[in-house]
Structures are given as C-alpha cells and as structure tokens.
C-alpha cells in the first residue's frame, strides 16, 4: 500500500494537535510530615500532580562539615495503579542519614512523564534535628523451673522523658514475626518510642524472650493451630513486661505515682491488652496497633475463634480507657476479625474505642504511618490524662 504525502501531512498534523492539546505537568501543595524531622528517621514527603506522570525525583540538599554543598538526588517510578492517571497525589517514604553542619537544609522535587518532560519544581527549607540518645540495658528476670529459679536478661532501650523531669512510665511491645531466625533479627520500635519520649514519657522498649538481643527461650507458642492456647501465650508476654516495669520503677525519671501506658503493635498490641487484665491496678491506658496473634498466611489466623475468646476476655478486668488502631488493608488481622475481637472484649465489660485508617502499609502501620497516627493518639492522650 502506498502512502501519499498528503497523508503523512495529515498524521503529522494529528500528532502535533495531540502533543499541543496535552495537559501540561504541574505539581502543587508541596507537603512534608511534621518539621523538624529526626536525622535517621522516616518522614513522608506528598504533593499534588496534573497532566500524566511516570516517575518523579527529590533533590536534598546539605552541607558537609569541611563546609562542601553536596546535592543527593533520587528517581522514584510512579506505582503500577498510578500509572496513566491525569491527576492525582504523590506520597512517598525518605529518610535523612547525612549529618549537615547547619540545622536547615533544602529539599526539591518535580515529576516527569514518559517523554522526559519536566514539571515545574517545588522546594522547601526543613529543620532536621538530631535524634533523641536511647540507653540499652539488660533487665533481668528470674524464672521458675522444675530445676530451679533460671535468670535471663531482657535487651531493653530505654528513652528518657525530654526536659529533664521525671514522667510517667510508658511501655511499648514489639511484634512477633514468624520463624526463630526472623525473630532473632526483631529491633525494638525507635523511632516510635522517641515520639512518646518528647511527650513526656518514660518510655522502655524490652525485647521479650526469644527475640532480638534478649536471652531465653521463646515462650509465647500457642501450640498446634488447631487448638491453639492463646492464653499460654498471653501469660508468657506478660512476665517479660513485669519485668520491665519492676526495673523501670526504681528509675529516677519514672513517675510512680502515675499509672502506666502500654502501646503495642501486633503480637506486641495483644501482649499489651493482657497485661492490662493480669495488672488493671498500675494500667491508665492501652494503645493497641493491630493487636492480635496466630498469623500464619495472609489473612489467616489460627483459630479465629479462641483468639477472639482470649483477646475478648481482657476486658473481663481491665476497665481503664482502650484504643484500638487497625487498618483497612492489615492482611494479618483483617477488619472482620479485629471488630469482632473489640465487640467482644467490649461485651466482656471492657471499655475502648475502635479506630480504622485506609493505608497502604497495612499491617505496618504503625511503624511506616508515624504522622498519620500521631494526631489521633495525641487527641486519646488528652482525654485521659
């Protein structure tokens, strides 16, 4: 078949009608979680796009100590389900790890579509602040055997309240991945304890028993998935926070005379609730992040039924304030479970108030979502102090 020049005239024509009538690519409402940001420590950097994206960049920009301006910049591709879409928003996770001789430091980002065209560029000026110093001590604990009292030592860090004075004692459990050599790499929750650290708190991160750094042997099976013992497991997580909390007393910054906070995620949110019920006297609140245990496949959990029972019969005790802080994507403890778990330990008599988020971290909320959360968390820390 041939093609007449007239055609090709005309197709060329089309082509430049297209790229003419095509939306520009714009960014706008540059945002950047809470300032100052922690050096170390993930923050979340958002904004607005018209016209087809395909990826987009971030430029920081810091000094060195020998007094170098030096410039780092970084290419994210948009995700898959983005892709093609004329508008949209952007959020993306970063973390600053060099050190800069000066407080401030500037940050620019602009996007680009598939053709290489440029958008316009947004910057900002952001104070980045050192991160607060936390002590690791090796708390102990005597257990009892058939052979005798065995002690062992809990890896525990240890955030002082800020401003010198003496707070009150916050508690804050980790979770529990599947498999010994996945528990063995478990670190306590930092950058989370941190934020409780500039509220006030005195706040201790113990790493139970078979996790981490700690010493013994991990206590907290809840046995064949069948008949799975959730209340062994329960019991088990609570002598390793009773150690914590006996060690921590006798620490000069620790307000003993005000009632303890217990915050957890995951196994560490259900280890939490049960030392709220074993120890309801010393508890002010439990903050639960996607409590639960018994994960064994995406959305599947042992024994749905016995964990709704064990988790549900904590508020047969404990009647202080609850929150209960799950995500509509938590592929581990999906919202058809962690509903009927809160309705039933509402229905044992006790108290709390359930709270869903849409993320995209899903199960790792609370240690990807900081800003998200923190809002809602300052407002539950208002209503009970």
Not at 137 to 157: Q, R, Y
Not at 292 to 297: I, L, P, S, Y
Request: hydrophobic share 35%.
């Amino acid at each position: 078949m041939k093609i007449r020049a007239s055609q090709v005239l005309v197709f060329m024509a089309i082509l430049s009608l297209g790229s003419a009538c095509a939306d520009p690519l714009d960014i706008s409402n540059l945002r950047i979680s809470d300032t100052p940001i922690t050096l170390g420590e993930w923050f979340t950097v958002s904004f607005d796009y018209k016209g087809v994206a395909e990826k987009y960049a971030l430029e920081n920009t810091y000094e060195t100590a020998r007094g170098e301006v030096k410039r780092e910049v970084r290419e994210f591709l948009l995700k898959p389900e983005a892709k093609g879409r004329v508008a949209g928003q952007i959020s993306l996770r970063w973390r600053v790890e060099n050190p800069n001789v000066r407080p401030y430091r500037i940050f620019k980002i602009w996007a680009m579509s598939g053709e290489g065209t440029r958008s316009n560029v947004l910057s900002a000026e952001v104070k980045v602040i050192k991160p607060l110093p936390g002590e690791e001590v090796k708390i102990p604990m005597d257990l009892k055997t058939i052979f005798g009292t065995k002690s062992v030592k809990l890896s525990t860090t240890i955030f002082k309240p800020t401003g010198g004075e003496k707070g009150p004692l916050l508690v804050l459990n980790h979770g529990t991945p599947m498999g010994e050599d996945a528990r063995k790499k478990v670190t306590p929750d930092k950058e989370q304890g941190r934020i409780f650290a500039r509220k006030g708190f005195a706040v201790a991160l113990p790493v139970r028993r078979g996790h981490g750094r700690s010493e013994g042997d991990y206590a907290e099976y809840s046995g064949d998935c069948n008949n799975s013992d959730y209340d062994n497991a329960a019991r088990e997580a609570v002598k390793d926070i009773r150690a914590a909390v006996e060690y921590m007393k006798k620490e000069s910054y620790v307000d003993t005379g005000r009632k303890i906070l217990l915050v957890g995620q995951s196994t560490g949110g259900f280890s939490s609730l049960a030392y709220a019920s074993a120890y309801p006297e010393e508890v002010m609140a439990v903050i639960n992040f996607a409590g639960g245990k018994g994960r064994v496949a995406p959305f599947k959990v042992c024994n749905e039924e016995r964990l709704i029972d064990t988790m549900g019969s904590f508020g047969k005790t404990f009647k202080g304030p609850t929150l209960w802080v799950y995500t509509e994507q938590d592929d581990y403890f999906e919202p058809r479970l962690s509903r009927k778990i809160f309705e039933t330990y509402k229905g044992e008599g006790g108290a709390g108030r359930f709270v869903t988020f849409s993320s995209e971290f899903g199960h790792g909320f609370f240690s990807k979502a900081t800003k998200t959360w923190e809002p809602v968390i300052d407002a539950f820390l208002k209503e009970i102090h």
